[in-house]
């Protein structure tokens, strides 16, 4: 998967999925309401991308992967990098990604929570 597909992947789930550069123009961050669930790394060869994931998933994706790794410069325990190096499969990447963004759903309030859910699209 390259990182326009990512990068147009993660825009097309939610109506409400923000990006900025709070780090610098080699970080591309995407947000959903206020809270970091993805930064996409412009600058490296080959790409990375650090995905917010639950510590027993983050876990096994590591075992399963060479490609995933402790999320560098964040939480070691709740977040993951994956390098893109076409070694896991589109699929697993697309899921990672909206796993990151339902861990930010799942904390928001009841109202908030049901409202972003009716909006997240089923990619």
């Known amino acids: 998967m390259h990182i326009q597909n990512i990068h147009e992947y993660i825009l097309s789930l939610h109506p409400d999925i923000e990006e900025c550069f709070p780090f610098g123009p080699e970080t591309l961050v995407f947000k959903f309401s206020g809270k ?3 930064l996409l790394s412009l600058d490296e060869i080959p790409p ?5 994931c639950d510590p027993e998933k983050a876990i096994q994706l590591r075992e399963r992967y060479a490609a995933i790794i402790p999320g560098y410069h964040m939480n070691k325990k709740h977040w993951n ?3 893109i190096d076409g070694t896991v ?4 990447i697309k899921e990672m990604i909206r796993h990151s963004l ?3 759903i799942s904390g928001l309030s009841k ?3 049901s ?3 009716e909006q997240l699209k089923q990619y």
């Open 89 to 92: 499969p589109q699929a697993e």
């Open 81 to 83: 990098t994956l390098i």
């Open 48 to 52: 990375r991308i650090n995905l917010k």
């Open 102 to 104: 339902q861990l930010i």
């Open 111 to 113: 109202a908030a929570r």
């Open 115 to 117: 409202r972003a859910e």
């Open 36 to 38: 970091i669930f993805a």
